[in-house]
Structures are given as structure tokens and as C-alpha cells.
Nanobody, 115 residues
């Protein structure tokens, strides 16, 4: 059974940093388009950052310049480095692996930015 597992969430003050990591069982992430999404209470899930299997990245406007998505193929992980965090970044962050035929989601990790 394929599983995506996120880690690295937590509580951080505004201006701080967190690094989220997504790892997988029974799935080689280097072959998949990967994305980090987030969902805040009352809001729809939105794409924060994505990377194709050939390394093309894209970011939501709110994440551009602050967040970086990266792959570690040796560890089979996809990470999201988040800097200069703001209270509006507070959300549950989800890892996604997708192909034209199927989507896999992790269970999410909570990120809370508050003073």
C-alpha cells in the first residue's frame, strides 16, 4: 500500500523557519510530480509549491521567495523549506504525488505561525 508521510510541522513565531519533509513507502518519488499543498480552516486546499519529475518548480505567489521545494532522491523525500513565516501561513500542509492517472496524499502536518 502506498503511503506518503509528512513531518516537520509545528509551532513557530512570525519570521521563523520550518522544514517539512515528505517520504513515501512503495513509491519512488523521483518519478512523480510532487506538490506541497495547504489548507487553512474554512479555506480550500491550495498548491504552495510543486516540482515535476524533471525538476521544474512552481510556487504560489505567497510562497515565492520564501519557500523552496526540493528533492532528495537518495532518501526518497521531497522537502519544503519555509522561511520568513507569517501568521497567514498557518494551515495543515499536505504532500501530494500525482500522475495523469492517480493522486496520492499524505495525512498532513500542522504548521502554526503565531507570536
Amino acid at each position: 500500500q502506498v503511503q506518503l508521510v509528512e513531518s516537520g510541522g509545528g509551532l513557530v513565531q512570525p519570521g521563523g523557519s520550518l522544514r517539512l519533509s515528505c517520504t513515501a513507502s512503495r513509491l519512488t518519488l523521483s518519478f512523480w510530480t510532487m506538490g506541497w499543498y495547504r489548507q487553512a480552516p474554512g479555506n480550500e486546499r491550495e498548491l504552495v509549491a510543486g516540482t515535476t519529475d524533471d525538476g521544474i518548480t512552481n510556487y504560489a505567489g505567497s510562497a515565492e521567495g520564501r519557500f523552496t521545494i526540493s528533492r532528495n532522491n537518495a532518501k526518497n523525500t521531497v522537502d519544503l523549506q519555509m522561511n520568513s513565516l507569517r501568521p497567514e501561513d498557518t494551515a495543515v500542509y499536505y504532500c501530494n504525488a500525482r500522475s495523469p492517472y492517480i493522486n496520492y496524499w499524505g495525512q498532513g502536518t500542522q504548521v502554526t505561525v503565531t507570536s
